[in-house]
């Protein structure tokens, strides 16, 4: 996977209208969060700070241990990475979920998962706000939301916390029989 250095630039391309991050080395990463939803300092010029590798390094394990791709995994902990620093604030859209009946309080990076009547998928939470949490999928596969609209792999959503159940991965479990 990817380690970030101090070479690495934030900068807003006007011909894709897209934050991108140069990686050094002709590689390039363009961040999959639209434009719309980025704050106005996207537009400018930026180093890769210490506080983002740091981050980035956080999402790097909270996701390492997902059933996707090293590639995938690289491209959602820099998405991840882009939204803690330049996501706009947005309002929770969280009628979209069921509520749960145990609540959750999740910290940032950790994986949760919450459910609609169509299925149910896992996410990231960028940024717990106290009673509602920024969030991005982290399903390859889309999560439709209504008959109507889905959610896709790096999408972000922000829902309410009484919406999010703590991720358990399954177990495997390799006992011996003994006596």
């Known amino acids: 996977m990817l380690k970030p250095n101090n070479s690495w630039m934030w900068y807003f391309d006007l011909k894709d209208n897209s934050l991108m991050l140069d990686l050094g080395s002709d590689m390039v990463f363009r961040v999959g969060i639209p434009a719309k939803h980025l704050i106005p300092s996207a537009s400018e010029q ?22 996707i791709s090293e590639p995938r995994k690289a491209e959602l902990a820099l998405n991840a990475v882009a939204a803690s620093r330049f ?16 609540s959750c309080d999740p910290e940032n990076s950790d994986i949760v998962t919450l459910q609609t009547p169509l299925g149910m998928a896992k996410f990231i939470v960028i940024e717990n706000s106290g009673c509602a949490s920024l969030c991005m999928m982290v399903d390859v596969e889309p999560l439709a939301l209504s008959s109507t609209k889905e959610i896709r792999f790096c999408d972000t959503i922000k829902v309410m916390n009484n919406r999010i159940t703590a991720y358990e ?6 006992l011996a029989l003994v006596g």
């Open 169 to 174: 991965e399954d177990a495997i479990l390799n």
């Open 87 to 102: 996501h706009k604030p947005m309002m929770p859209k969280s009628w979209f979920f069921d509520t749960q009946s145990v």
């Open 46 to 67: 930026c180093e890769f700070t210490v506080d983002d590798a740091s981050i980035f390094q956080n999402y790097k394990e909270n996701v390492s241990h997902l059933e």
